[in-house]
């Protein structure tokens, strides 16, 4: 028996009439009109009722003073329910309460705060949650770590996934998002993320907002991947204070962005496109970086450096920087 047919046998609490289905996680009584929410794993089920008026009604008919006094706590508490739960889009709803194990409205900030570790990914039909209540950031041993972490599919359209569902992950020190368009997400205002990897960027049409969120004591680490339609760089002035930075994919008309990373310990350049006849010069300046421990450069681009070139630049910097080109 599938899960709505399973779901729709139960009888309405209030009249016992058949319950309908009217969104995923939404069913309504064809009788009385009484509406419920279903959780996703079904071992814990809310009812929210969305109009109080059959209640307000009841409580009229049984005492007209004590009613109002009840409709008015019932109308307050089921407003802060259905506030409450609102706040997640539905492929987030879903994921916490099998996370947390108890319904969206009960979801505390604080249980939210909990998550170290968030990587979201976009997998046909299914958005893929990996995540740790453990902080990579104290453990030595990566494979005792990786054993903390947990995985969960949700299916969900792309209609029921917002992005902005993350600010509310204030605890994160890591955060991976493999679902594109990381311009649409929005971080914790308040956050201690050390680590951050983004999948696609901003297209012409977007805006740099996403990193204005960033915390420029703690972060470290950015890896954007799949970058192709990034055009507009200006939010690497909330970068300068990171140590290891990737970026894949992405056309660098100049090497002007990296100015004031002065703590840059490691860049990768992963399938960049430079113009061939100023390649040279703009991996020397960027290898004039006062930090650079690392660079590493790959794809054709790598290659507009000439043998005599790559020399030259491995006498220059070598005792400084390991330089890696393929």
């Not at 709505?4 to 009584?29: F, K, W």
């Not at 009960?106 to 453990?134: G, P, V």
């Amino acid at each position: 028996m599938d899960r709505e047919t399973r779901d729709m046998e139960r009888p309405c609490a209030s009249c016992g009439g058949q319950l309908i289905r009217v969104s995923p996680n939404e069913y309504q009584c064809s009788s009385c009109g009484r509406k419920y929410y279903i959780s996703a794993n079904r071992l814990h089920r809310i009812s929210v009722q969305m109009s109080a008026g059959r209640t307000i009604l009841l409580c009229a008919v049984a005492a007209i003073a004590l009613g109002a006094v009840a409709v008015a706590g019932y109308q307050y508490y089921t407003g802060r329910m259905v506030a409450s739960a609102s706040r997640f889009s539905v492929v987030f709803r879903d994921f916490l309460m099998e996370v947390y194990e108890k319904p969206a409205p009960n979801i505390s900030q604080a249980d939210l705060e909990k998550m170290k570790y968030l990587k979201i990914k976009k997998d046909h039909k299914d958005y893929i949650f990996t995540y740790s209540f453990q902080d990579i950031y104290d453990y030595q041993d990566m494979d005792a770590y990786e054993k903390t972490l947990q995985t969960l599919r949700v299916e969900g359209k792309t209609e029921d996934f917002s992005p902005t569902n993350v600010q509310y992950f204030a605890g994160l020190t890591r955060l991976e998002l493999y679902t594109e368009a990381w311009q649409n997400y929005t971080l914790p205002r308040e956050n201690a993320i050390r680590y951050l990897a983004c999948v696609d960027g901003l297209s012409k049409y977007g805006t740099p907002e996403f990193f204005t969120r960033v915390n420029k004591d703690t972060l470290e680490e950015v890896l954007i991947l799949e970058a192709g339609k990034l055009e507009d760089f200006s939010f690497m002035e909330d970068l300068k204070g990171v140590k290891g930075f990737l970026i894949e994919d992405a056309a660098l008309k100049d090497v002007d962005m990296f100015q004031g990373f002065d703590h840059l310990e490691q860049l990768v350049l992963y399938h960049v496109d430079m113009a061939e006849e100023e390649t040279y010069e703009q991996v020397k300046r960027l290898l004039s970086l006062p930090s650079l421990k690392r660079f590493a450069i790959s794809g054709k681009t790598a290659w507009y450096i000439t043998d005599e070139q790559w020399e030259e630049l491995s006498e220059l910097y070598g005792d400084r920087v390991a330089m890696i080109r393929e």
